[in-house]
């Protein structure tokens, strides 16, 4: 039965790295929007929850319904920043909500350099129709820090995703390996109780 889904798992694999090559040759990956901001976490702190709050102008999201990809790139440097962020049809008013924390943390000690998290991040918004969209876009961070935080918004559409890709094909080789351990283990056992499988121990007794 191992070696049947095997064979099958194979027909799959090979459909599935067709369908793979095909998506990335016609993903679009057009950038429809970027833009350099800042923001000031102490003031953002100091002024009330909506002080820092934005829309940027509108962009136009053009084709099939497919993802959007959000991507934040900071200057963050042994902190965090929060960004409240929501793609919003110009024409429905229909919201996609993203709420993204970035956070990036570095130094030295005995073991060496070390570093933690990152100062960008991305994310994703699935079948997205076209329209025209704009950001609503809400940055907080530590009230503590004195300086301003510098970042960048890009959106673009129709990108593939290739951890989807990855996840997929190793859901697939499941059932075969699965089968395969278990015939592996009937075939161990077979042969331990086989009269001709390998003696351990020393003479027998009469």
């Known amino acids: 039965a191992w070696k049947e889904l095997a064979q099958t798992f194979a027909i799959f694999a090979v ?6 090559v095909v998506r990335s040759v016609t993903a679009q990956r057009g950038q429809i929007f970027t833009a350099q901001y800042s923001f000031s976490p102490s003031a953002a702190a100091q002024g009330g929850p909506d002080s820092s709050a934005f829309v940027t102008p509108v962009f136009e999201a053009r084709g099939r319904s497919s993802n959007v990809e959000v991507r934040i790139d900071t200057d963050l440097s ?6 409240d962020v929501a793609l919003i049809n110009d024409q429905t008013g229909t919201a996609y909500d993203l709420g993204r924390e970035v956070s990036y943390y570095y130094g030295r000690d005995s073991d060496g350099s070390w570093s933690e998290g990152s100062p960008n991040d991305v994310s994703y918004v699935s079948s997205v129709p076209a ?34 890709f990855f996840g997929a ?13 278990r015939a592996w283990s009937f075939e161990t056992t077979r042969w331990k109780e086989s009269d001709y499988a390998p003696s351990g121990g020393g003479d027998d007794d009469e």
């Open 131 to 164: 329209g025209r969209y704009y950001l609503r876009v809400q940055p907080s961070g530590d009230a503590s820090y004195p300086g301003l935080v510098g970042y960048q918004l890009r959106v673009r559409r129709d990108v593939p995703r290739f951890a989807l």
């Open 169 to 181: 094909f190793l859901l697939l080789a499941v059932p075969p390996v699965l089968a395969g351990l």
């Open 78 to 83: 042994n902190n965090w920043a929060y960004f």
């Open 15 to 20: 459909v599935f790295l067709a369908f793979f």
